[in-house]
């Protein structure tokens, strides 16, 4: 009996150290197992850094292709831009532009000495922009910085840097100044028949006193002065505004207007006693079809195109902003039927008729310049101008049609409007 336990006891613990020992086995072989896992996890890693590295090359050589492929639609626009500078403050410099097709190459893989030939093409674009690139610089500011007109001051001095164009724009102001009740302006007119910017220049330089010098306001219009010189009447007021024009028969050629305007305003800044003055510009009409020198431009309506052209080309690039259109407000006026007078609006095929024709323009120079300051409105006006019985005299049936004239040129400076005669 006793034997038969000990054999059980003996058979038990055999299968016990049995199973310890297979234990061991299973344990240490684990640990074998798990000792050799890193080095295959870093073989996995790897493989996995290498699938990686190649599914990155693929996509950045996929993002690269679509970059590429914007950079060179990037290209394409800045072309576009160079060709037509639609917006004025964000012109584009050549040197930028360049900058911006070299770093567009670059970018897009592709070495400064194989260009692609979009690239290529743009760059030959850019140089050959060059000239509209540098005028649209100076149309986006101009050479100088003109300030706006003053509101409301106390008094208003104007001078006019002009000829006989100016006399004619200037001698129906007392009219709607005293049927308007303004008596703080007043407008002097520097006046020398047919004298051109060129010729203002030279007689700045030169110090003659060639010149008459005229007044205007509510008391009238007179001669206040037979001789003096530019550069005498320039310091002789603070002037607010000072408006300058073109000789007539060069109003329409451009290259005619400088280099002489803006060595007249640099003439005039260093004279100046106004801590402030802005600086407007008069746009002429153009000549009757009658007129001996209009094979010039060939028709009035060809001339005063012309002029306007000028006159625009001229804003964008000196800077003055203010313009007083007569010439828009004549073609306004021999565009409707019931203003129609001998001459087309003149009295001798150039200078413009004396009454009509001088209170249409007076009321252009009252809407541009004079209205923005003092506050008044031309309609509060109701001049009865000129003489009694003659054709060309203004009156209750004709003033409103010579106001709306004026008026809509102020509102569109080189159209002529459709609604002129309402």
Not at 98 to 125: F, H, I, L
């Amino acid at each position: 009996m006793n034997d038969k336990l000990n054999t059980r006891k003996m058979l038990r613990f055999r299968l016990a150290l049995m199973a310890l020992l297979l234990w061991s086995i299973g344990v240490g072989g684990h640990a074998q197992t798990t000792a050799k896992k890193p080095t295959a996890t870093k073989a996995a890693a790897s493989k996995t850094a290498t699938s990686k590295a190649s599914q990155s090359k693929k996509s950045t050589a996929a993002a690269t292709d679509d970059t590429t492929n914007k950079k060179k639609k990037t290209v394409v626009v800045k072309k576009t831009t160079v060709i037509m500078p639609n917006k004025p403050s964000a012109s584009p410099t050549l040197s930028s532009l360049k900058e911006t097709v070299a770093d567009t190459t670059q970018t897009s893989g592709q070495s400064a000495e194989a260009p692609d030939k979009e690239s290529t093409a743009t760059e030959a674009t850019t140089e050959a922009a060059a000239p509209a690139l540098a005028t649209a610089q100076t149309a986006t500011c101009g050479y100088l910085s003109n300030p706006p007109l003053p509101y409301m001051p106390v008094k208003l001095d104007v001078l006019f840097i002009g000829n006989s164009f100016s006399i004619d724009t200037s001698t129906a102001l007392p009219e709607i100044f005293n049927s308007v009740g303004i008596s703080n302006v007043n407008v002097y007119v520097l006046y020398k028949g047919g004298c051109s910017m060129r010729q203002h220049y030279e007689y700045y330089k030169s110090g003659e006193a060639v010149y008459e010098l005229w007044q205007y306001n509510i008391n009238g219009g007179k001669k206040i002065e037979t001789a003096c010189s530019i550069r005498d009447v320039m310091r002789r007021e603070a002037y607010d505004v000072v408006v300058f024009q073109q000789y007539s028969l060069e109003s329409g050629d451009y290259s005619s207007y400088e280099p002489y305007l803006s060595r007249i305003i640099q003439a005039y800044n260093i004279t100046k006693l106004s801590p402030r003055t802005t600086f407007a510009f008069n746009q002429t009409w153009a000549y009757s079809s009658k007129h001996k020198n209009i094979s010039k431009y060939g028709t009035p309506l060809a001339m005063y195109r012309k002029i306007c052209d000028s006159v625009r080309k001229m804003k964008a690039i000196s800077g003055i902003d203010v313009i007083i259109p007569c010439g828009t407000a004549v073609q306004n006026a021999r565009s409707v039927a019931a203003l129609v007078t001998e001459n087309e609006f003149t009295r001798d095929n150039q200078h413009i008729d004396l009454y009509m024709g001088r209170y249409l323009l007076a009321c252009t120079f009252f809407e541009s310049i004079i209205a923005p300051c003092i506050g008044r409105n031309i309609r509060n006006d109701i001049t009865i101008y000129g003489k009694q019985g003659t054709t060309n005299m203004v009156n209750s049936q004709n003033r409103h049609i010579l106001q709306n004239c004026a008026r809509l040129a102020v509102a569109n400076n080189f159209e002529v409007s459709e609604f002129a005669g309402q």
